[in-house]
C-alpha cells in the first residue's frame, strides 16, 4: 500500500512538471514505453527490485534501455533511482497515464459480463453511466463467466454488480439467516 501511494505522489510531481514544461504528451510517450518494457521482460522488474544492484548500475542500465526519452523522462528517473525508489518505476508510470486520464477527464469503467454484450445493451449501460458522469468514458470489456449472467460496472472505486452470481448469493445468505 506504501508503494503505491508514493507510486501516486511521484506521478503527480511528473505530471506537474511535465504540464509546467509543455511535454505531456512525449513524457506520456516515455511512461507508456515503460509499461510495455515491463510487461515484456519479467526480468525488468526483477533487476529494479533487487537489491544486490547498485543505484548507479541501475541508473546505467535505464539509461542504455530508455535511451531514446526525453531529457525530463531521463532526469526523473535518475531522480527516483537516486532517492532508492527505482523499485516502484513501473508503479509510477502506470499512475502517471492513470492521473493523466483524470486530467483529460477520461472516466475509466470497466463491464464485467458472462458473455460478449450486443451492442445494444452496451448502449444502455453506456448512456445510463454518461448520464450521471462528466467527461469522455473509456470502457474495457471483460468476460467472466462465473457472473452465470448479468454484469458488473467498475468504476474507480465505485462497483455497481447486476450479475446473477450475486443475486444467487445474497437469496442464499436471506435464506441461511
Same mark, same amino acid.
Given at each position: 500500500?506504501?508503494?503505491? !501511494?508514493?507510486?501516486?505522489?511521484?506521478?503527480?510531481?511528473?505530471?506537474?512538471?511535465?504540464? *509546467?514544461?509543455?511535454?505531456?504528451?512525449?513524457?506520456?510517450?516515455?511512461?507508456?514505453?515503460?509499461?510495455?518494457?515491463?510487461?515484456?521482460? +519479467?526480468?525488468?522488474?526483477?533487476?529494479?527490485?533487487?537489491?544486490?544492484?547498485?543505484?548507479?548500475?541501475?541508473?546505467?542500465?535505464?539509461?542504455?534501455?530508455?535511451? $531514446?526519452? *526525453?531529457?525530463?523522462?531521463?532526469?526523473?528517473?535518475?531522480?527516483?533511482?537516486? $532517492?532508492?525508489?527505482?523499485?516502484?518505476?513501473?508503479?509510477?508510470?502506470?499512475?502517471?497515464?492513470?492521473?493523466? !486520464?483524470? +486530467?483529460?477527464?477520461?472516466?475509466?469503467?470497466?463491464?464485467?459480463?458472462?458473455?460478449?454484450?450486443?451492442?445494444?445493451?452496451?448502449?444502455?449501460?453506456?448512456?445510463?453511466?454518461?448520464?450521471?458522469?462528466?467527461?469522455?468514458?473509456?470502457?474495457?470489456?471483460?468476460?467472466?463467466?462465473?457472473?452465470?449472467?448479468?454484469?458488473?460496472?467498475?468504476?474507480?472505486? +465505485?462497483?455497481?454488480?447486476?450479475?446473477?452470481? $450475486?443475486?444467487? $448469493?445474497?437469496?442464499?445468505?436471506?435464506?441461511?439467516?
Amino acid at each position: 500500500m506504501k508503494s503505491t !501511494k508514493a507510486a501516486g505522489r511521484y506521478a503527480k510531481a511528473l505530471l506537474e512538471l511535465a504540464l *509546467d514544461q509543455q511535454k505531456i504528451e512525449v513524457v506520456e510517450k516515455d511512461m507508456q514505453q515503460i509499461i510495455t518494457v515491463a510487461n515484456e521482460a +519479467h526480468d525488468f522488474q526483477v533487476f529494479l527490485n533487487s537489491p544486490l544492484i547498485k543505484v548507479d548500475k541501475k541508473l546505467e542500465v535505464i539509461k542504455s534501455i530508455f535511451g $531514446n526519452f *526525453d531529457a525530463l523522462s531521463i532526469s526523473f528517473l535518475e531522480m527516483v533511482a537516486t $532517492n532508492r525508489r527505482e523499485d516502484i518505476i513501473t508503479e509510477i508510470a502506470s499512475a502517471f497515464l492513470t492521473q493523466l !486520464k483524470e +486530467h483529460r477527464g477520461i472516466v475509466q469503467v470497466t463491464i464485467i459480463s458472462a458473455k460478449t454484450l450486443d451492442s445494444q445493451t452496451k448502449n444502455q449501460i453506456t448512456s445510463k453511466i454518461s448520464a450521471s458522469i462528466k467527461g469522455a468514458l473509456e470502457i474495457t470489456e471483460e468476460i467472466d463467466e462465473s457472473l452465470i449472467g448479468g454484469f458488473i460496472v467498475r468504476m474507480g472505486d +465505485h462497483q455497481i454488480d447486476a450479475s446473477v452470481s $450475486n443475486q444467487l $448469493n445474497r437469496l442464499k445468505q436471506e435464506l441461511v439467516k
